[in-house]
């Protein structure tokens, strides 16, 4: 996965307007309220296991940020017993996403 993202932007700089609208709508008011934190390679495993998916479940990450754990989770091999049938990740902030 560290190949895949490697020379990219990290997807933390300030909030663009997606993110202020998303918080304000959400009665956050200020999007200092959000925390972003991205999901390291090494940590990948350990979420997955610890959510003992099943082959017909669906993994959906909301606030899939750049989607590490998504790429993660969908790049699993099929007779791995962490695979999942299905992989979704969900961003509202563009800047975490292109």
């Known amino acids: 996965l560290d190949s895949a993202y490697q020379g990219l932007?990290?997807?933390?700089?300030?909030?663009?307007?997606?993110?202020?609208?998303i918080a304000e709508k959400s009665g956050f008011g200020a999007t200092q309220q959000f925390v972003y934190g991205e999901a390291a390679p090494q940590s990948i495993h350990p979420v997955l296991e610890g959510l003992?998916?099943?082959?017909?479940?669906?993994?959906?990450?909301?606030?899939?940020?750049?989607?590490?754990?998504?790429l993660g989770a969908a790049i699993m091999p099929s007779e791995s017993q962490y695979?999942?049938?299905r992989v979704v990740g969900i961003e509202l902030d563009s800047k975490r996403h292109k």
């Open 83 to 85: 695979a999942c049938s």
């Open 52 to 70: 003992d998916l099943q082959p017909d479940d669906v993994f959906c990450d909301l606030g899939s940020g750049r989607g590490r754990l998504v």
């Open 9 to 21: 932007p990290d997807g933390a700089e300030a909030p663009n307007e997606d993110s202020v609208q």
